[in-house]
Nanobody, 126 residues
Framework: QVQVVESGGGLVQAGGSLRLSCAAS????????MAWFRQARGKEREFVAA????????FYADSVEGRFAISRDDAKNTVFLQMDSLKPEDTAVYFC???????????????????WGQGTQVTVSS
């Protein structure tokens, strides 16, 4: 089974940037999706960004649209999350996930993802 490991988190001032990486141990089978979720202390896990292997391109949460960008390096089975103009409310543990959502309308649902990393902490100071 494919495993994923996140890296790149850290402490940054508001307005700064970070780039997260998610390295997969192999290429998932079929028409998979890879996504980033985040969970702030005391809050539920929420969708951040994703792409589907084929079809409908990339997906973003409204709260990060225009500031974050998801990309991938297929040769290295790695997904990136470039985070710019960071805000204190972006502080959370960020998780990488692999899943097989039934369609574009399911891409943002955490329940569609079966493989999760351990997470990487992102802290944005004001």
């Amino acid at each position: 089974q494919v495993q994923v490991v996140e890296s790149g988190g850290g402490l940054v001032q508001a307005g700064g940037s970070l780039r997260l990486s998610c390295a997969a141990s192999g290429r998932p089978y079929g028409e998979y999706a890879m996504a980033w979720f985040r969970q702030a202390r005391g809050k539920e896990r929420e969708f951040v960004a994703a792409f589907r292997w084929r079809g409908s391109g990339t997906f973003y949460a409204d709260s990060v649209e225009g500031r974050f960008a998801i990309s991938r390096d297929d040769a290295k089975n790695t997904v990136f999350l470039q985070m710019d103009s960071l805000k204190p409310e972006d502080t959370a543990v960020y998780f990488c996930a692999v899943g097989w959502p039934a369609g574009p309308s399911r891409v943002r649902s955490a329940g569609e993802y079966m493989i999760w990393g351990q997470g990487t902490q992102v802290t944005v100071s004001s």
